[in-house]
């Protein structure tokens, strides 16, 4: 690991010093000190892993056993998804960098076995946390990401345990369809999901007429993985466009702000990509190269002057976008 540092001097460095000398002697005592204050204020699993990685990034020995055990405790018994996950990621910097400040084997060790166990107790809550409205299960939303990060860069938790939980979730019809949205999303993205299933799991979740609400708030958790990837895939772009085609007239104003979100994150790139794949999904246009020659012209106009059915396909798109 390697760090950057800049220092300045101010007048103002002077008088911070002169108010911290009443915490101590030293710079280590003071941290120390300060450290153990904002220990015995944490209510969180989080809190009390965050208090841990700045006493050993200070190389404060007598708080790391101080938060180490307060991790240790607060993590047993927390039931906060975002804060276990939160917690787990602080820990897994500490093992995979803290030993270039110099923390001690046994403290890394005790370290690595608390990691494990937070990650695991995290990824076990997910499917409850994933359970609620929208504004219930964006905390959860969050702390999937970062199990995900964790269990790609982590070589040290049991990866296995997210992504068979990852495949679970994402076909599970109890949770919110913008969690499963976005694990489908994430296990694509990884190379957990190939082509064809992601093709089947996307048409599956979105081939409801009954309720459409769901399979668009589906498409706005996993558009909002990576939309590149996603629309630059023909055969998903195709699964979306027959979801949208389904919808019946009547209900398709009362669809029209949630796939306007769902579609919100896309930028330039990623529209160029989708429209490109829609006009060839729907076979619009003399040949790929052709629709690809006037899209790269980015002339509105000439488009709709193409023929009536790219002028179809851009009033689908002006409708959503």
């Known amino acids: 690991m390697r760090e ?7 007048p103002s460095t002077d008088v911070a010093l002169v108010e911290s000398i009443v915490h101590g002697d030293s710079l280590l005592q003071v941290t120390e000190r300060l450290l153990a204050d ?14 841990l990685m700045e006493a050993v990034v200070t190389r404060a020995p007598r708080v790391v056993g101080e938060a180490l055990a307060a991790t240790e405790r607060l993590a047993a018994v927390d039931d906060d998804l975002a804060s276990l996950a939160r917690a787990a990621r602080a820990l897994s910097g500490l093992v995979s960098y803290g030993s270039s400040r110099g923390a001690d084997a046994a403290s890394e060790d005790v370290i690595l076995a608390l990691c494990e ?11 409850g946390a994933c359970q609620g409205d929208d504004a219930a299960v964006q905390p959860a ?3 999937m990401r970062i199990l995900h990060e964790l269990a790609l860069a982590q070589p040290r938790i049991d990866r296995d345990l997210w992504f068979d939980t990852a495949h679970g979730l994402s076909r599970n019809d109890r949770i919110h369809p913008a969690c499963a949205g976005l694990v489908a999303g994430l296990l694509y993205l990884a190379e957990k999901l190939t082509e064809d299933e992601v093709v089947a799991l996307v048409s599956l979740r979105l081939s409801s007429l009954i ?13 909002g993985v990576n939309a590149l990837v996603l629309v630059k895939n023909r055969a998903v772009v195709g699964a979306l466009d027959q979801f949208v085609q389904a919808i019946a007239a009547d209900r398709f104003r009362d669809m029209a702000p949630l796939l306007r979100r769902a579609f919100s994150g896309l930028g330039a790139t990623e529209r160029r990509y989708l429209l490109e794949n829609l006009l060839a999904v729907r076979k619009i246009g003399a040949s790929a190269q052709a629709a690809a020659q006037v899209l790269a012209a ?9 023929s009536a059915d790219i002028a179809a396909a851009m009033d689908d798109l002006d409708d959503l976008l």
Do not use: C, I, N
């Not at 950057?4 to 101010?10: S, V």
């Not at 980015?298 to 193409?306: A, P």
């Open 298 to 306: 980015r002339d509105v106009d000439k488009l709709k002057e193409m």
């Open 211 to 223: 309720d459409p609400r769901a399979g668009a708030a589906f498409l706005e958790g996993f558009l």
């Open 117 to 127: 166990k937070t990650f695991a107790r995290a990824v076990l809550r997910v499917e």
């Open 4 to 10: 950057h540092w800049e220092g300045q001097w101010t």
């Open 141 to 143: 939303r969050q702390a």
């Open 38 to 51: 904002r220990l015995t204020g944490v209510t969180s699993a989080a809190e009390a892993a965050h208090v």
